[in-house]
C-alpha cells in the first residue's frame, strides 16, 4: 500500500480517557454504569459540535475526527456510515509508555471499526531511557506493519516530553521547547524510520518557527517518502498560541491540517456539566471554535499560496 496522505485534514481528537476523566469528571476506574453513560454523552456533545460545524460551512471532505473506542464506539460507527474522516486511538491512556489498549488484540479492534487512520500518541525522547524507546519502537513497527498490509493509513502522535537533564541545560520548559525539542524531534523521527516504523502522517507538536516546520517535513519525506505529510496538534494550549501554530503550520508545504481537541471541547464540556449552559450551547461553542481553526488554517495557507 502506497505510503502518504496529501489530503487536507482538519482533525477534531476527543479520544482523551484518562486525563479526561479525572480532569472533566473527577472520577477513576472502574466507573459506575452512571458515570460511564456520562462520560459517552458527553463525547456525543463534542461529536455533535463537530456536525454542526459542517453544517455551518468546514467542508465535509477535510473534516474528520479522533475518538477512542472505550467511550466512543457508536460516535465512530457513525461517523464511518457518513463518509466522514475516521481516526481511531490504539494506544493504553494514561501510560508514560506505548502500550496497544488491547494488547496482541489492537488489530481486531481496528478492523470492527475500519478507521481511515490508526493513530498512536507516543512520548519518545532519544536521550531518555534507552531500553523504554527500544519497547516502544518494537509495538510501533508492529503498527506499522499491520497498517501497510491491511490498509488504514497510520497516525503517528509523537510528543517529545524533556528529560531532567535537558530542563538543567536551558533552565526551563519554554527554553526547552525553543532550543532543544525541534531538532531531538527530527532525529526522533529519522531514528524511527529508520526502525521501519512509517507513519502516513506524523501529528506533531507545535512549533515558533518556520524553518522549524519546514524541517520536520523535509525530516518526515527524506528518502523517497515524498507524499508523507505532517499536522499540528493542539496540545492544550491557550487560544493565542494555538492561533500562532495554525498560522504558521498552513504556511508550510506539507503542513496540510491539524489536531486542536481541548481547546476546542473543554471549556464548553465543563460549563455544561456545571449546568452552566445547555447542551445546545455547548454544542454551538464547539462548532464555533472548531470553524475558527479551520478558517484560520485555511485563510493562512491560501495567503501563502498567492506569495508564492
Same mark, same amino acid.
Given at each position: 500500500?502506497?505510503?502518504?496522505?496529501?489530503?487536507?485534514? +482538519?482533525?477534531?481528537? *476527543?479520544?482523551?480517557?484518562?486525563?479526561?476523566?479525572?480532569?472533566?469528571? #473527577?472520577?477513576?476506574?472502574?466507573?459506575?454504569?452512571?458515570?460511564?453513560?456520562?462520560?459517552?454523552?458527553?463525547?456525543?456533545?463534542?461529536?455533535?459540535?463537530?456536525?454542526?460545524?459542517?453544517?455551518?460551512?468546514?467542508?465535509?471532505? /477535510?473534516?474528520?475526527?479522533? =475518538?477512542?473506542?472505550?467511550?466512543?464506539?457508536?460516535?465512530?460507527?457513525?461517523?464511518?456510515?457518513?463518509?466522514?474522516?475516521?481516526?481511531?486511538?490504539?494506544?493504553?491512556?494514561?501510560?508514560?509508555?506505548?502500550?496497544?489498549?488491547?494488547?496482541?488484540? *489492537?488489530?481486531?479492534?481496528?478492523?470492527?471499526?475500519?478507521?481511515?487512520?490508526?493513530?498512536?500518541?507516543?512520548? *519518545?525522547?532519544?536521550?531518555?531511557?534507552?531500553?523504554?524507546?527500544?519497547?516502544?519502537?518494537?509495538?510501533?513497527?508492529?503498527?506499522?506493519? +499491520?497498517?501497510?498490509?491491511?490498509?488504514?493509513?497510520?497516525?503517528?502522535?509523537?510528543?517529545?516530553?524533556?528529560?531532567?537533564?535537558?530542563?538543567?541545560?536551558? !533552565?526551563?520548559? !519554554?527554553?526547552?521547547?525553543?532550543?532543544?525539542?525541534?531538532?531531538?524531534?527530527?532525529?526522533?523521527?529519522?531514528?524511527?524510520?529508520?526502525?521501519? =516504523?512509517?507513519?502516513?502522517?506524523?501529528?506533531?507538536? !507545535?512549533?515558533?518557527?518556520?524553518?522549524?516546520?519546514?524541517?520536520? =517535513?523535509?525530516?518526515?519525506?527524506?528518502?523517497?517518502?515524498?507524499?508523507?505529510?505532517?499536522?499540528?496538534?493542539?496540545?492544550?494550549?491557550?487560544?493565542?498560541?494555538?492561533?500562532?501554530?495554525?498560522?504558521?503550520?498552513?504556511?508550510?508545504?506539507?503542513?496540510?491540517?491539524?489536531? =486542536? !481537541?481541548?481547546?476546542?471541547?473543554?471549556?464548553?464540556?465543563?460549563?455544561?456539566?456545571?449546568?452552566?449552559?445547555?447542551?445546545?450551547?455547548?454544542?454551538?461553542?464547539?462548532?464555533?471554535?472548531?470553524?475558527?481553526?479551520?478558517?484560520?488554517?485555511?485563510?493562512?495557507? #491560501?495567503?501563502?499560496?498567492? /506569495?508564492?
Amino acid at each position: 500500500m502506497s505510503l502518504g496522505y496529501t489530503q487536507p485534514l +482538519y482533525l477534531l481528537p *476527543f479520544d482523551h480517557r484518562h486525563s479526561y476523566l479525572t480532569g472533566m469528571f #473527577h472520577a477513576t476506574p472502574p466507573l459506575t454504569m452512571d458515570q460511564r453513560q456520562a462520560v459517552i454523552d458527553s463525547k456525543r456533545v463534542i461529536y455533535d459540535g463537530f456536525r454542526q460545524a459542517l453544517l455551518c460551512g468546514v467542508p465535509s471532505d /477535510v473534516a474528520g475526527i479522533l =475518538v477512542d473506542e472505550e467511550f466512543g464506539a457508536d460516535i465512530l460507527l457513525d461517523a464511518s456510515r457518513n463518509g466522514y474522516v475516521t481516526a481511531l486511538s490504539t494506544e493504553k491512556s494514561g501510560s508514560e509508555e506505548f502500550e496497544f489498549e488491547y494488547g496482541d488484540a *489492537f488489530a481486531q479492534h481496528i478492523e470492527a471499526f475500519q478507521p481511515t487512520f490508526a493513530k498512536a500518541l507516543v512520548r *519518545f525522547n532519544l536521550e531518555g531511557d534507552a531500553a523504554l524507546n527500544e519497547r516502544q519502537t518494537t509495538r510501533l513497527k508492529r503498527l506499522s506493519d +499491520y497498517c501497510r498490509r491491511a490498509g488504514p493509513k497510520f497516525m503517528f502522535e509523537l510528543l517529545v516530553p524533556p528529560t531532567n537533564a535537558q530542563l538543567d541545560q536551558v !533552565g526551563s520548559e !519554554g527554553g526547552y521547547d525553543r532550543h532543544i525539542r525541534p531538532a531531538l524531534m527530527l532525529d526522533t523521527i529519522r531514528t524511527l524510520q529508520d526502525s521501519g =516504523v512509517e507513519p502516513d502522517i506524523w501529528k506533531v507538536e !507545535g512549533l515558533d518557527s518556520p524553518d522549524d516546520y519546514e524541517r520536520v =517535513v523535509e525530516m518526515a519525506r527524506h528518502d523517497g517518502r515524498d507524499e508523507v505529510s505532517c499536522i499540528v496538534l493542539g496540545h492544550g494550549a491557550d487560544e493565542e498560541k494555538v492561533r500562532s501554530w495554525l498560522q504558521i503550520a498552513a504556511s508550510v508545504h506539507g503542513f496540510i491540517g491539524f489536531a =486542536v !481537541g481541548r481547546t476546542t471541547f473543554w471549556n464548553p464540556v465543563a460549563d455544561l456539566l456545571a449546568k452552566k449552559i445547555t447542551r445546545e450551547q455547548a454544542t454551538a461553542r464547539i462548532a464555533q471554535r472548531y470553524g475558527e481553526w479551520a478558517t484560520i488554517f485555511e485563510r493562512a495557507h #491560501h495567503a501563502q499560496a498567492n /506569495v508564492v
